[in-house]
Structure formats: structure tokens, C-alpha cells
T-cell receptor
């Protein structure tokens, strides 16, 4: 399985600001995924990030709010823009294994105050 | 409609006993994959076990086994010989389109192991 490093691990941010989360994988992967887990909830896919093309966003998520970069096959960033308390969540990046299972980074626990 | 249903929000189990976590799924695809994940209080998501829709045998991985009943569309996770470190949230997930790597997750079940 891939080793995924995600940072920051946690942050407390002021409303109206933006936070960029980084995800680094120890091997080249075609697709990387970003998920959100709101408090007490399950995981929801935000977008799929492919190298060399724009990210594909799921219903309810837009690029202006969650811009994603994918400059190479081992790295991606997710920015949470113009944050509000409702954005307080755990954000996780993931890559896919042989069976389609998702391997996750450690997650970024974001609190917006 | 919910694709993955986990009806047990929380469960208690005595140390060294087995516990079964329920998961039912909804799909019209013939090829799909089912997964279980563990999320400790630290927040990381740990992959536990995988079952393919065409697999005839139930998947096992150490103390984890998956009770796959295809006709009933259920994929229950059995944790044997529970340990205190098994206390966590457990999520069932499904990948419907084998050409698409998106996963749909259930609401999760919190397991608390008592000494």
C-alpha cells in the first residue's frame, strides 16, 4: 500500500480565510481523491484529482470553494476557501489500491472559528 | 437513496468476544467491491478488508472476516476476539463501477470494547 503524508494534521482558522492542505504520496498514482468528513458524519467525496487535467467535483462541491491542484503524479493540494464554521471537518486525501480500496492520509482536522 | 446502510450507530462488546457489524448495500451493478474501514479517535482511516462481488468465499484478514450474502445484499464485518484497541468507528463502503474508483460510505458504527 502507498504511504500518504498529509499536512497540516490539524489547524484552527479564522472565518473568511483560506487553508491549503497538502497530500504527498510515495509512489506515482493516476488519481487522487479528496474527502470531507463533517463532525459525527460519514465521508463524502469532494473531488477526484487527475494529473494534467482539472479536478472533477462531486455534486455540491465547486471549484471556487475547493480549488485543487495536481502538479505531478505524487502530489496534490486542496484549498478550503473563504472558510466558515460549517467547513469545520476532517479532510482526507486518498489513493486507490489494487482492489479499488482507498488508502488514506492521516487527515487534516480543521476548525473554523 | 442510501447506497450503504449501517443500522447500528453504536455497539458495546466485551473484551475477547466477537462482534458483528451490519452492512447492507444497494446496487444494480453486477461487478462491485465492498470494503470495511476502521477510524480510531485520531481520525485516520484504516483499510481492513475487501470483498469482491464475484468472490465465492468470504474474505478474511486476521481477526476480521466478512460475512458476504450476495442475495441479501449484506456484507457484515465480524471481529473475533475483540481487543481494547478495536474501539473505534467502523465504516462499510462500496465501489460500484469497477472503472470508477469512487467509494460510497455508510454512516458508520461505533464499537466500544469493554475490559
Amino acid at each position: 500500500s502507498a504511504v500518504i503524508s498529509q499536512k497540516p494534521s490539524r489547524d484552527i482558522c479564522q472565518r473568511g480565510t483560506s487553508l491549503t492542505i497538502q497530500c504527498q504520496v510515495d509512489s506515482q498514482v493516476t488519481m487522487m481523491f479528496w474527502y470531507r468528513q463533517q463532525p459525527g458524519q460519514s465521508l463524502t467525496l469532494i473531488a477526484t484529482a487527475n494529473q494534467g487535467s482539472e479536478a472533477t467535483y462531486e455534486s455540491g462541491f465547486v471549484i471556487d470553494k475547493f480549488p485543487i491542484s495536481r502538479p505531478n503524479l505524487t502530489f496534490s493540494t486542496l484549498t478550503v476557501s473563504n472558510m466558515s464554521p460549517e467547513d469545520s471537518s476532517i479532510y482526507l486525501c486518498s489513493v486507490t489500491g489494487v482492489f479499488g480500496e482507498a488508502f488514506f492520509g492521516q487527515g487534516t482536522r480543521l476548525t473554523v472559528v | 437513496a442510501q447506497k450503504i446502510t449501517q443500522t447500528q450507530p453504536g455497539m458495546f462488546v466485551q473484551e475477547k468476544e466477537a462482534v458483528t457489524l451490519d452492512c447492507t448495500y444497494d446496487t444494480s451493478d453486477q461487478s462491485y467491491g465492498l470494503f470495511w474501514y476502521k477510524q480510531p479517535s485520531s481520525g485516520e482511516m484504516i483499510f481492513l478488508i475487501y470483498q469482491g462481488s464475484y468472490d465465492e468465499q468470504n474474505a478474511t484478514e486476521g481477526r476480521y472476516s466478512l460475512n458476504f450474502q450476495k442475495a441479501r445484499k449484506s456484507a457484515n464485518l465480524v471481529i473475533s476476539a475483540s481487543q481494547l484497541g478495536d474501539s473505534a468507528m467502523y465504516f462499510c463502503a462500496m465501489r460500484e463501477d469497477l472503472n470508477d474508483y469512487k467509494l460510497s460510505f455508510g454512516a458508520g458504527t461505533t464499537v466500544t470494547v469493554r475490559a
